[in-house]
Each structure stands twice: as structure tokens, then as C-alpha cells.
């Protein structure tokens, strides 16, 4: 199961994400970014209660990044251990601003 808490405030968005992002849970984070993205300059996506993550959800970060590149800024924050190993090994610690 996954938890989106998502605001943002005069261009700048956060998302915050718990639980688990994978091949159910990334149809519906993708769902739930649509739109919201527009007109946002900068997108943080703190995933400090993130506990997993599958290439499902992986696509979907490469969306979002594809997306913010034309906009502005897009940076993740707080990636745990398992996390960042996915990173890693997928080659997304390259692509990803990750802080």
C-alpha cells in the first residue's frame, strides 16, 4: 500500500510517499500526479517512509523527471537503504537528482 501526501505553494510541489511503491501502487501515484505537476517550477518527492520500490514505480519517477526537466527542478530527498540500492543498481542514482 502506498500514502501520497502531495501540496504545493506559488510553483513549488512536495510529495511525500510511505509504504510501498510498486506495480498497483505506481498506477495510481501516476494517476494522482496528473495535474498536479502543471505549472510547478519545483518538485521535491521525500521518501523518507518509502519502504520499497519496483520498476513500476521507477517508471513513473522517470515520467515525473522527463516532465519537470521542461518546467524547472525536480530533486528526491530522504531515500532509504533499500531504496537507493534499487537506485543504484537500476542506474536512477545517474539520472535522479538525489539528495
Not at 510501498?20 to 523518507?48: A, C, H, P, R, Y
Not at 519517477?61 to 519537470?68: G, R, S
Amino acid at each position: 500500500m502506498l500514502d501520497i501526501v502531495k501540496r504545493s505553494e506559488n510553483g513549488i510541489g512536495v510529495i511525500e510517499l510511505s509504504g510501498e511503491l510498486d506495480t498497483t501502487s505506481s498506477v495510481n501515484f501516476q494517476k494522482e500526479i496528473e495535474g498536479f505537476l502543471d505549472n510547478l517550477t519545483d518538485l521535491t518527492i521525500d521518501m523518507k517512509n518509502l519502504e520499497y520500490i519496483t520498476s513500476a514505480g521507477l517508471r513513473v519517477l522517470l515520467l515525473i523527471d522527463q516532465t519537470m526537466e521542461d518546467q524547472g527542478s525536480f530533486k528526491v530527498i530522504n531515500v532509504n537503504e533499500d531504496v537507493m540500492d534499487v537506485f543504484e543498481v537500476s542506474g536512477f542514482s545517474e539520472v535522479l537528482d538525489i539528495q
